[in-house]
């Protein structure tokens, strides 16, 4: 079992930058692939990006392509979500997810465990 806590939202202009960090503990984070996703105000939970668990391969939803990039140290047991030229669009309860799947990288019910959510705000 793993627990997630993120951390680095916050209120930001539009244009402006955030990066996000989701630490792991118990089970060391490399045995799990690793996931953002984001609920905004009224919606469902969306995909945001994905990485494996080496770090070599990240997939990304069309809305934060070119302008998100997720990482991870698994020496530290923690994964990123850098996010640059954000937009209101982007406001949302963002989410850090770790999943013990090979299939389905973008659906939520793919993911074993979530972090609490941290809170990103962008103002127009």
């Known amino acids: 079992q793993v627990q997630l806590v993120e951390s680095g939202g916050g209120l930001m202009q539009a244009g402006g930058s955030l990066r996000l960090s989701c630490a792991a503990s118990g089970r060391t984070s490399s045995n799990y692939r690793m996931g953002w996703f984001r609920q905004a105000p009224g919606k469902e939970r969306e995909f945001v990006a994905v990485?494996?668990?080496?770090?070599?391969?990240?997939y990304y939803a069309d809305s934060v392509k070119g302008r998100f990039t997720i990482s991870r140290d698994n020496a530290k047991n923690t994964v990123y979500l850098q996010m640059n030229s954000l937009n209101a669009e982007d406001t949302a309860v963002y989410y850090c997810?770790?999943?013990?799947?090979?299939?389905?990288?973008?659906?939520?019910?793919?993911?074993?465990?979530w972090g609490q959510g941290t809170q990103v705000t962008v103002s127009s």
């Open positions: 990485i494996s668990r080496s770090g070599g391969n990240t």
């Open positions: 997810a770790a999943s013990t799947y090979n299939s389905g990288v973008t659906l939520s019910s793919t993911y074993n465990y």
